[in-house]
């Protein structure tokens, strides 16, 4: 057996292998892919929302993308408290004032980092929210103070169309 | 092996045989020699086939009826138990038939455990075994969630999340298996379609396990390797047949009792009530057989961590065979193996309850110090044991035990002593 028969044969396995894989990965990348979120899920991206007849004190939750927003008109003392808290005391430091562009309003996703419940309003060690799956404590700024979340509830995209108007996404 | 020498008797079957040799295997199942020994521990394999079979039947009659779709998944599910005939009682024997499947595979790992029934060399047997039961694992979750009651949402929403505790790629991963941003319909269809899948899949595995079992064939209560076929083997048919079917139509009785008696006793009532995105109940809790997986997971006070600890409780028993170094299978002839196994039960049925209580407290301190020790009785007791134990001199056979004093017994323990 000759050495350059040999290494002509190893070129044609490695060729053919190598065109195989990639086309195996060609197709296989459509069957992944379906799973992603599909048009008409991303169509939904965005909600108004009606706040005119919140009063300061009261939140109401709304549902953006399938999960719920919670939308808080906050009281005088809340924002004190969520803007005097040191930023070492926190787990996940944020400043309120990136949180809550006005002060008066804090807008976030009403879902718990750690596993995705939806934390209860007006509770918990922290006067902001207390998730009951798994006892995550977040503050008036629904950032994370105690329990398993690693993250502060996030705070999603949105803008104020008009005085009363919130749009989220 | 006597299977080389079946031949059918008439024509036809020697026609049709030496064409595919089905005969051959029929036969080759019915003479199978099993050890003589074998206790009621042992019926559970066959216990499990029937309850594989009898979900597969059950949910393919269930599926002529649900839709999954998830405005219209819940109502279905109450007009199969309100309008279709039999509706009712199929879907009781299925939900309760996940529970008795569970309830049989967990005393079949604990038999295997006590009778070191996973050593070599039936460590292939196991690891399909185990594979089996992550299968049984998935298909119950994902058959929980397509009632779209508010726990199979919210069991839904937590248990996905869990993937989203991987670094960087998390939450892509979770956003790919939901099929949008939250659970939704798009999760409701695909959880659908892979809970019909499963099953299928188990049951070529099964094929594969008792495959892998019958190369060596069956340990037994003594452990040790036997002749076959001897005067310690009896052919599998009629003897076995006729004791796993004794042992299932006691297991039948049980099952009867849940489905006709208290068919919602082990299921929450919130699943009662319809998905609601909004809204979480005030206690998430798994299903029964997760329970002890799902106390690790929260005595874990970090994310990441508390994910890693629940995966590596389920995979770590992929490799007991390696981490289990002693020689002697039978708990029977480990006087020390024997007392750990049996604090390593009462450990996970403590680390079940604390699953169902909230992770507070002393409860939490309790799922803690068992976390602990499951992970130690399989890294270090196990391990160290087997160099340690003083374990009690095996019998040859299988008859000595029962005979007593065997023609052969004082030879046997001088082979014995040589060999230690």
């Known amino acids: ?141 629904g950032r994370i103070r105690k329990g398993p979340a690693p993250l502060n509830m996030e705070v999603p995209k949105y803008e104020f169309v008009n005085a009363n108007t919130i749009k989220i996404g | 092996m006597s299977d080389h020498d079946y031949r059918p008797k008439s024509k036809v079957g020697q026609w049709f045989n030496d064409r595919l040799p089905l005969l051959t295997l029929a036969n080759h199942l019915t003479d199978y020699p099993t050890p003589k020994n074998l206790n009621y521990w042992w019926t559970f394999g066959g216990i499990l086939t029937f309850c594989l079979i009898t979900q597969i039947i059950t949910g393919l009659t269930l599926a002529m009826h ?111 298996l939901w099929g949008g941003y939250s659970v939704d319909n798009p999760t409701l269809t695909r959880f659908f379609t892979l809970h019909y899948l499963i099953p299928f899949l188990i049951l070529g595995l099964v094929i594969l396990h008792i495959w892998a079992l019958h190369v060596p064939g069956n340990n037994n209560p003594v452990g040790i390797d036997i002749k076959k076929p001897s005067k310690d083997t009896v052919p599998f048919h009629p003897y076995i047949v006729i004791k796993d079917g004794f042992a299932l139509l006691m297991f039948m009785i049980v099952f009867a009792f849940f489905v006709f008696y208290a068919p919602n006793i082990l299921g929450h009532a919130d699943n009662y009530i319809e998905a609601n995105p909004m809204v979480t109940p005030a206690h998430i809790v798994p299903e029964w057989y997760l329970l002890p997986f799902y106390a690790i997971l929260r005595s874990v006070p970090d994310k990441l961590l508390g994910v890693v600890a629940m995966l590596s409780a389920i995979l770590i028993l992929a490799v007991l065979p390696w981490l289990d170094t002693s020689k002697i299978r039978s708990a029977v002839f480990r006087p020390l193996y024997k007392q750990f196994y049996w604090i390593l039960v009462a450990d996970v049925l403590i680390l079940g309850y604390m699953g169902a209580m909230p992770a507070e407290g002393l409860y939490l301190l309790i799922a803690r110090v068992a976390t602990a020790y499951y992970f130690l009785h399989f890294l270090v007791i196990l391990p160290v044991l087997g160099f340690k134990e003083k374990t009690l001199p095996i019998p040859l056979s299988i008859t000595e035990p029962v005979l007593g004093g065997s023609p052969n017994l004082a030879a046997a323990r001088s082979k014995e002593s040589k060999i230690e």
């Open chain 2, 66 to 176: 649900y839709i999954a779709h998830a405005d219209m998944a819940f109502e279905s599910v109450e007009h199969i138990m309100r309008d279709v005939n039999y509706g009712w009682l199929i879907r009781y024997i299925h939900a309760n038939g996940a529970s008795m499947f569970f309830l049989a595979v967990y005393i079949h790992i604990f038999r295997s455990l006590f009778y070191g029934s996973y050593k070599s060399p039936r460590e292939i047997i196991w690891i399909i075994g185990i594979i089996i039961y992550l299968l049984m694992m998935a298909a119950a979750f994902m058959g929980y969630v397509l009632p779209w009651g508010q726990m199979s949402f919210w069991g839904a929403t937590v248990i996905t999340n869990l993937f989203s505790a991987i670094p960087l790629v998390g939450e892509g991963i979770v956003t790919w």
């Open chain 1, 1 to 141: 057996m000759s050495e350059k028969k040999t290494k002509r044969r190893d070129f044609l396995f490695t060729a053919t292998t190598a065109v195989g894989a990639v086309g195996a990965a060609a197709a296989v990348w459509p069957m992944v892919d379906q799973m992603n979120p599909d048009a008409s899920v991303k169509a939904l991206a965005s909600t108004e929302v009606d706040v005119s007849s919140l009063k300061p004190g009261n939140t109401i939750t709304v549902l953006w993308r399938g999960k719920p927003v919670f939308i808080r008109r906050r009281t005088k003392e809340e924002i004190e408290e969520a803007r005097s808290v040191k930023m070492e005391d926190l787990i996940h430091p944020e400043k309120d004032e990136d949180r809550a562009k006005n002060p008066e309003w804090l807008v976030m996703l009403g879902v718990c980092t750690h596993l995705g419940c939806v934390p209860l309003n007006d509770k918990g060690d922290y006067k902001g929210w207390f998730c009951p799956c798994h006892g995550s404590h977040y503050d008036t700024s």
